[in-house]
C-alpha cells in the first residue's frame, strides 16, 4: 500500500500547454512567415515581372516568329526582295528585270505547294501570297499600261482579293465558294487553278503585264511573238471575267444581308 501510494504520487497530472508559449509560438510562425513574405515572394515578383522573364515564359512570341519563319513565307519574302531587285534595275538591264520576275512568279507557285507539303499553312501566308502577288503585277502594269488603264487593271485585282478573303478567308481557293457560279468560273477555279481554264487564267495574270512590258523594252527578243501575246491576253481577259463576277456576287451577298437587316427592321 505504502509503495502504491508514492508511485501515485510520482505520478503527475497532464498540465495544459501555458497561455505564454502559445503565445510565443504564435508570434514565431508570424515572424517566419512574414520574413519569407518580405524576402522571397517580392524576389519572385520581380522576376515574373522582368521583361526577360516575359519573353521566355510567354508561349505567343516563339508561337508568331515560328510562323513568320515558315519556309513558304521566307519564299514570299525572298520574292520581295526579287521583285525591289527588278525595279533596281529596269532602267539600265531590262532583260536581268525580266528574269527577276520570271522566277518571282515561278516561286508564286512554289511556295503554296511548300506550305501543303510541310504543313505549313496559315491565315498569314495566304495573305502574304497574294499581297506579294498583288505588290508584283502592280509594279509590273505602272511600267507596261502608264496611266489609268495599269491602275484600273490592279483595282480590280485589290477589289476582287478584298471580296474573296471576306467571304472565304484564307481558304479562297476552294472550289465549293464558286459551286454557284457559271461553268467558266467554276473552270477557272476548279482543283486549285489546275485546269487548263485555271492555268490560261493565272497566267495571264502573271504574264499580260510583263508581255506587255518586255516587248517594248526587248523588240528583239521572244517576248514580241503575237501568238504568245493573244495567249496572254484571252487569259487575262478570263480572270477579268472571273473577278467581276467575285465582286458581283460579293456585293449581291451585302445587298440581301441589308435587304434582310432593314426588313427586320420594319417589323418591328
Known amino acids: 500500500m505504502l509503495l502504491q501510494k508514492k508511485t501515485a504520487r510520482c505520478r503527475l497530472p497532464r498540465v495544459k500547454r501555458p497561455v505564454a508559449i502559445t503565445v510565443i509560438t504564435y508570434m514565431t510562425k508570424q515572424n517566419s512567415n512574414s520574413f519569407f513574405h518580405r524576402r522571397i515572394a517580392p524576389n519572385r515578383a520581380k522576376r515574373s515581372d522582368s521583361p526577360g522573364f516575359e519573353r521566355q515564359n510567354d508561349p505567343m512570341k516563339p508561337s508568331i516568329l515560328k510562323v513568320l519563319l515558315y519556309i513558304p513565307n521566307l519564299i514570299c519574302y525572298g520574292r520581295l526582295a526579287l521583285l525591289a531587285a527588278a525595279a533596281f ?103 486549285g487553278f489546275k485546269t487548263p481554264s485555271g492555268c490560261l487564267a493565272v497566267a495571264g495574270l502573271m504574264g499580260c503585264p510583263l508581255w506587255l512590258w518586255a516587248r517594248r523594252v526587248l523588240p528583239e527578243s521572244p517576248w514580241s511573238n503575237p501568238v504568245l501575246g493573244a495567249v496572254l491576253v484571252a487569259g487575262r481577259l478570263l480572270a477579268a471575267a472571273v473577278e467581276v463576277w467575285v465582286v458581283g456576287r460579293h456585293l449581291g451577298a451585302i445587298l440581301q444581308r441589308d435587304a434582310a437587316a432593314a426588313a427586320a427592321a420594319d417589323g418591328r
Open 89 to 191: 534595275v529596269s532602267s539600265a538591264r531590262p532583260g536581268h528585270a525580266v528574269v527577276l520576275l520570271l522566277i518571282n512568279f515561278i516561286l508564286d507557285g512554289v511556295d503554296g505547294a511548300l506550305a501543303r507539303r510541310l504543313c505549313q499553312t496559315s491565315a498569314f501566308g495566304s495573305f502574304l501570297d497574294v499581297a506579294v502577288d498583288l505588290a508584283s503585277r502592280g509594279l509590273v502594269w505602272s511600267w507596261a499600261a502608264p496611266g489609268g488603264f495599269g491602275a484600273a487593271v490592279l483595282l480590280l485585282e485589290a477589289i476582287a482579293f478584298a471580296c474573296i478573303h471576306a467571304a472565304a478567308g484564307p481558304a479562297w481557293k476552294d472550289a465549293r465558294h464558286f459551286a454557284g457560279g457559271p461553268f467558266w468560273v467554276r473552270a477557272v477555279m476548279a482543283n
